[in-house]
């Protein structure tokens, strides 16, 4: 079974600063992808960015990237110049055929 | 946007009723996957279905259960609803089930059971 662990459960940042969400996670399949999620307090799901488990690259969206270490099974999103629009549950979700296993997530509160 | 719908948005139902909640998919995706949030939890898989057959199951027990239209739109279906059923239900579409597709979901159904 996999397991997630994202062991900040909350995080105060100042606006415009850039923030790190920790994610580790263990799983014996080798072929799998991890996605970043985003939900606000509306309770969609958000699509932040994805890291197919071949990716030679980091993945990169936007002012989101992944610092993926795949030996250590860690993936740790970075938020560059966060906004107040960033105030949110963040979930690490690995997946493999479609199917994801999610986090118990990290509440990130922005400050003005 | 994603172009994944679900309905109803919010519903109350009592301890023993049943309850369908309803997604339609994204144009042209023929893979959705349901999952269920308590409070204060991440989501729990439920059930996918790829091309009208079910793919696989989390760990949920008989009483839910779904369907896939040839329209590739979906129900979740619950029998003899519990109070730990009040959860945000959440549908998901992708295309082809493979990995590396990006994977959409729709807002969400909030069901409270009384």
């Known amino acids: 079974a996999q397991k997630i662990t994202q062991t900040q459960p909350g995080m105060f940042v100042q606006e415009k600063e850039a923030v790190t969400l920790d994610c580790t996670y263990d799983?014996?399949?080798?072929?799998?992808?991890l996605f970043w999620y985003k939900q606000p307090s509306s309770g969609e799901m958000i699509f932040l960015i994805y890291q197919g488990s071949y990716d030679e690259q980091n993945a990169t969206e936007g002012r989101y990237s992944l610092n993926f270490q795949k030996a250590r099974k860690s993936a740790n999103l970075v938020i560059s110049a966060s906004q107040l629009g960033d105030s949110a549950m963040y979930f690490c979700?690995?997946?493999?055929?479609?199917?994801?296993?999610f986090g118990k997530g990290t509440r990130l509160h922005i400050l003005p | 946007e994603t172009g994944v719908t679900q309905s109803p948005t919010h519903l109350i139902k009592t301890r023993g009723q049943q309850v369908t909640l309803r997604c339609s998919s994204q144009s042209g995706h023929n893979t959705v996957s349901w999952y269920q949030q308590a409070l204060g939890q991440g989501p729990q898989f439920i059930f996918q279905y790829y091309r009208e057959e079910e793919n696989g199951r989390g760990n949920f027990p008989p009483r839910f259960s779904g369907l896939q239209f040839p329209n590739y739109s979906s129900e979740l279906n619950v029998n003899a609803l519990e109070l730990d059923d009040s959860a945000l239900y959440l549908c998901?579409?992708?295309?082809?089930?493979?990995?590396?597709?990006?994977?959409?979901f729709g807002e969400g159904s909030w069901l409270t059971v009384v």
């Open positions: 799983t014996s399949d080798q072929s799998y992808g």
């Open positions: 979700a690995p997946e493999r055929d479609d199917k994801i296993i």
């Open positions: 998901a579409s992708s295309f082809d089930r493979g990995s590396g597709n990006t994977i959409y």
